[in-house]
């Protein structure tokens, strides 16, 4: 595998992660840049190992129950349990030998969304939790992997604002047509006179640039780190783990408090800031060859919508294609197959 054995691919994750604690590192950005990815290829070929190898366990201690011969029911579920486990061995092998393929090859680039509340002040913060929990459902059914990088929650546990990453599969075809503004039409809970309102958030989706697309210069970067807090002001850690990366030549600021650990606080970070520094590079590379494209986001106005989401009426509608579907419980949970389809099909 890769050239190496398990127990090599081990000792070498952990002189990484040494090397991503040593404090010299903050002033090396390529070589932590080639760490942490490194890191994160590592993560995904121990992880499956360690399923491979729990299955392996199981099928063994199954085995000693049929040969110990004791009881012929107990030896017929661990005959048919040994089937299943055996049958899904081979998936899990199968999984990372195509993972190991796909990453050698090139795999489809990781995408990150970002989600922003607009319009509607803390009902637009709860419907950014609302389109959040519908792409995760979404990347679930899909299979696809899914991390979040940075959230600013609110105290009445909605969300400013939540990046988050999605990756094993090629999902920009899948989602690159939900840039845009999405309003909703609903009753929030707390209206006492049932009156609907309606609230926006804007969603951005951002290729994560490979190693070659984007170079950061480490001196054109200014570095913050501060105690992450969630909402109310409430310390999630007491230690300096936050991380605030801002980008000297552009003004562009990421940051990220999702983890407890500085050096993926950073990474993070890091992540957030390429992609938008590679998308702002192809904005203005279009616009020198002539073409103008509109922002996805624009100031996030309800004027500027692609969609709306109106729960008194079940209703969904994508304007750009006037299309509108029905069950909007369902497609908020996940089914979003049909209007993926549809946007791919039209090709807005």
Same mark, same amino acid.
């Given at each position: 595998?890769?050239?190496?054995?398990?127990?090599?691919?081990?000792?070498?994750?952990? +002189?990484?992660?040494?090397?991503?604690?040593?404090?010299?590192?903050?002033?090396?950005?390529?070589?932590?840049?080639?760490?942490?990815?490194?890191?994160?290829?590592?993560?995904? !070929? *121990?992880?499956?190992? /360690?399923?491979?190898?729990?299955?392996?366990?199981?099928?063994? %201690?199954?085995?000693?129950?049929?040969?110990?011969?004791?009881?012929?029911?107990?030896?017929?579920?661990?005959?048919?349990?040994?089937?299943? *486990?055996? +049958? #899904?061995?081979?998936?899990?092998?199968?999984?990372?030998?195509?993972?190991?393929?796909?990453?050698?090859? =090139?795999?489809?680039?990781?995408?990150?969304?970002?989600?922003?509340?607009?319009?509607?002040?803390?009902?637009?913060?709860?419907?950014?939790? $609302?389109?959040?929990? @519908?792409?995760?459902?979404?990347?679930?059914?899909? =299979?696809? #992997?899914?991390?979040?990088?940075?959230?600013?929650?609110?105290?009445?546990?909605?969300? #400013? %604002?939540?990046?988050?990453?999605?990756?094993?599969?090629?999902?920009?075809?899948?989602? &690159?047509?939900?840039?845009?503004?999405?309003?909703?039409?609903?009753?929030?809970?707390?209206?006492?006179?049932?009156?609907?309102?309606?609230?926006?958030?804007?969603?951005? $989706?951002?290729? &994560?640039?490979?190693?070659?697309?984007?170079?950061?210069?480490?001196?054109?970067?200014?570095?913050?780190?501060?105690?992450?807090?969630?909402?109310?002001?409430?310390?999630?850690?007491?230690? @300096?783990?936050?991380?605030? !990366?801002?980008?000297?030549?552009?003004?562009?600021?990421?940051?990220?408090?999702?983890?407890?650990?500085?050096?993926?606080?950073?990474?993070?970070?890091?992540?957030?800031?390429?992609?938008?520094?590679?998308?702002?590079? %192809?904005?203005?590379?279009?616009?020198?060859?002539? +073409? #103008?494209?509109?922002?996805?986001?624009?100031?996030?106005?309800?004027?500027?919508?692609?969609?709306?989401?109106?729960?008194?009426?079940?209703?969904?509608?994508?304007?750009?294609?006037? /299309?509108?579907?029905?069950?909007?419980?369902?497609? @908020?949970?996940?089914?979003?197959?049909?209007?993926?389809?549809? *946007?791919?099909?039209?090709?807005?």
């Amino acid at each position: 595998m890769l050239g190496s054995s398990e127990e090599s691919i081990k000792k070498e994750y952990k +002189e990484i992660l040494n090397q991503l604690s040593d404090p010299e590192l903050i002033s090396d950005w390529e070589k932590f840049e080639e760490l942490s990815k490194r890191k994160s290829f590592l993560e995904k !070929i *121990l992880g499956k190992e /360690k399923e491979i190898e729990e299955l392996k366990n199981k099928i063994e %201690e199954n085995k000693l129950i049929i040969s110990a011969k004791e009881d012929k029911e107990l030896i017929s579920l661990a005959d048919s349990e040994i089937i299943q *486990l055996q +049958e #899904k061995e081979k998936v899990l092998k199968k999984e990372l030998n195509d993972f190991i393929y796909s990453e050698k090859k =090139g795999a489809p680039q990781p995408l990150l969304i970002e989600i922003r509340a607009g319009a509607g002040g803390e009902e637009a913060a709860l419907f950014v939790v $609302v389109l959040f929990r @519908m792409y995760s459902r979404y990347a679930q059914k899909r =299979g696809w #992997k899914q991390k979040t990088l940075h959230s600013h929650p609110t105290q009445m546990g909605g969300f #400013k %604002e939540i990046i988050f990453e999605l990756n094993n599969g090629d999902v920009f075809s899948e989602m &690159k047509y939900e840039g845009g503004v999405h309003r909703v039409q609903r009753i929030p809970t707390t209206e006492k006179a049932g009156r609907i309102h309606t609230s926006t958030a804007s969603v951005a $989706v951002l290729p &994560k640039p490979k190693g070659t697309e984007i170079k950061i210069d480490p001196k054109d970067l200014k570095l913050d780190f501060y105690k992450a807090s969630g909402a109310g002001g409430q310390y999630v850690n007491k230690r @300096m783990t936050a991380v605030r !990366i801002t980008h000297l030549p552009t003004g562009m600021v990421a940051t990220s408090q999702s983890e407890r650990n500085l050096a993926q606080n950073r990474e993070n970070a890091v992540s957030i800031l390429e992609a938008r520094l590679l998308e702002k590079k %192809e904005r203005e590379e279009m616009e020198k060859i002539g +073409e #103008k494209r509109k922002s996805q986001i624009g100031w996030a106005k309800r004027a500027e919508k692609i969609r709306t989401y109106n729960f008194p009426q079940d209703r969904i509608t994508d304007h750009r294609i006037k /299309k509108s579907w029905h069950d909007i419980e369902g497609i @908020m949970d996940g089914k979003l197959d049909l209007i993926t389809a549809a *946007l791919q099909k039209a090709g807005v």
